[in-house]
T-cell receptor, first 110, second 112 residues
């Protein structure tokens, strides 16, 4: 199972873009990059996922480097409600076995 | 759609006892996975059920067992509870071949 590395914590000013990096240098060709977040010990919430191309949805954008060894989750206009632990996960296409790391604790500051 | 529902929300057990946690998947989902999340840690994969069989298992002892019923709901059983089993237990459901897994709010188990 590919492993991910994320910074332990980050701060972001409210209204600014939050850029959360993730390293997944051992990712395989059939493995997707997923991002989930967990707010105050609730269940993790799906944000976005991608394989090779950059992706965007109503919550965030995902930028994956051309060699697929790293990615960045972008929250375009962070709000206080975005304060959470963000997990970057690599998942093989045939399984829902997510390998979580310790994630990045994002604090959005007023 | 109620999403993934877990019961109970909180539970206190004594060391050595047995516990059963329950999960109802999101409507239409046929795959259920269980995770253990210790305080300050990311969730750890326990096992996954599909078509009433355990399909994948993480690095957990045999004290952890499960079951999936014909309606896709699932139970997690833990025998001979240890203090270290205190954690938030999360259930996630998905549709085989689908995009993402949906997590429930979890069951907070405290072993005293």
């Amino acid at each position: 199972d590919a492993k991910t590395t994320q910074p332990t914590s980050m701060d972001c000013a409210e209204g600014r873009a939050a850029n959360l990096p993730c390293n997944h240098s051992t990712i395989s060709g059939n493995e997707y990059v997923y991002w989930y977040r967990q707010i105050h010990s609730q269940g993790p919430q799906y944000i976005i996922h991608g394989l090779k191309n950059n992706e965007t949805n109503e919550m965030a954008s995902l930028i994956i480097t051309e060699d697929r060894k790293s990615s960045t989750l972008i929250l375009p206009h962070a709000t206080l409600r975005d304060t959470a632990v963000y997990y970057c996960i690599v998942r093989a296409s045939a399984t829902y076995k997510y390998i979580f790391g310790t994630g990045t604790r994002l604090k959005v500051l007023a | 759609d109620a999403g993934v529902t877990q019961s109970p929300t909180h539970l206190i057990k004594t060391r050595g006892q047995q516990v059963t946690l329950r999960c109802s998947p999101k409507s239409g989902h046929d795959t259920v996975s269980w995770y253990q999340q210790a305080l300050g840690q990311g969730p750890q994969f326990i096992f996954q059920y599909y078509e009433e069989e355990e399909r994948q298992r993480g690095n957990f002892p045999d004290r952890f067992s499960g079951h999936q019923f014909p309606n896709y709901s699932s139970e997690l059983n833990v025998n001979a509870l240890l203090l270290g089993d205190s954690a938030l237990y999360l259930c996630a459901s998905s549709l085989k071949g689908g995009v993402e897994a949906f997590f429930g709010q979890g069951t907070r188990l405290t072993v005293v």
